[in-house]
Antibody, heavy 122, light 107 residues
Framework: QVTLKESGPVLVKPTETLTLTCTVSGFSLSNARMGVSWIRQPPGKALEWLAHIFSNDEKSYSTSLKSRLTISKDTSKSQVVLTMTNMDPVDTATYYC??????????????WGQGTLVTVSS | AIQLTQSPSSLSASVGDRVTITCRASQGISSALAWYQQKPGKAPKLLIYDASSLESGVPSRFSGSGSGTDFTLTISSLQPEDFATYYCQQFNSYALTFGGGTKVEIK
């Protein structure tokens, strides 16, 4: 079955760089019809899409966060990595990775990880 | 980026009620819209894609409609397990966006 699991630090300091890893199973990152996205949700707030990557290495980023984000993948390890620079307390959120099922230019999120809460505090 | 506005932001309803949630896009997105259900402490679950296509395994009491800028999610007969927060998401552009959410609470 399809699973995604996020891993990374639970606590980062302001100005530090966050690195999160999504390890997937049950599908291949080389599948042209699938990709992986990162989405976050501050406590008590709405979902916010951050970035996604497809098998052909096509990437897209949130317009407002583009300068701080980098997404990459290692197909052989079934992993997708997101880095976010210059972390701030407002970046405190649960970070999810999700499989994106490609429709048109992007798609919908049909499988999600359990999420990982990242707190930004000194 | 395309903005999605959901209304209402919250509603109270009883078991058996018909519930309708609206999502309005800031520009036309054809039928490139999905709906998700999220329960507290859990990841969202895909309910509807392409505005009106029911995801496999989702009960038929959920339905979606609309195209262009105006969309609706309807729950025909609210069940106890449907109390949750619902989000719309557009995928008409490379920069994806979610609506602000609608919390469905017990009356």
């Amino acid at each position: 079955q399809v699973t995604l699991k996020e891993s990374g630090p639970v606590l980062v300091k302001p100005t530090e760089t966050l690195t999160l890893t999504c390890t997937v199973s049950g599908f291949s990152l080389s599948n042209a019809r699938m990709g992986v996205s990162w989405i976050r949700q501050p406590p008590g707030k709405a979902l916010e899409w951050l970035a996604h990557i497809f098998s052909n290495d096509e990437k897209s980023y949130s317009t407002s966060l583009k300068s701080r984000l980098t997404i990459s993948k290692d197909t052989s390890k079934s992993q997708v990595v997101l880095t976010m620079t210059n972390m701030d307390p407002v970046d405190t959120a649960t970070y999810y990775c999700a499989r994106i099922r490609r429709i048109a230019v992007a798609g919908t999120f049909d499988y999600w990880g359990q999420g990982t809460l990242v707190t930004v505090s000194s | 980026a395309i903005q999605l506005t959901q209304s209402p932001s919250s509603l109270s309803a009883s078991v058996g009620d018909r519930v309708t949630i609206t999502c309005r896009a800031s520009q036309g997105i054809s039928s490139a819209l999905a709906w998700y259900q999220q329960k507290p402490g859990k990841a969202p679950k895909l309910l509807i894609y392409d505005a009106s296509s029911l995801e496999s395994g989702v009960p038929s009491r959920f339905s979606g409609s609309g195209s262009g800028t105006d969309f609706t999610l309807t729950i025909s007969s609210l069940q106890p397990e449907d109390f949750a927060t619902y989000y719309c998401q557009q995928f008409n552009s490379y920069a994806l966006t979610f609506g602000g959410g609608t919390k469905v609470e017990i009356k």
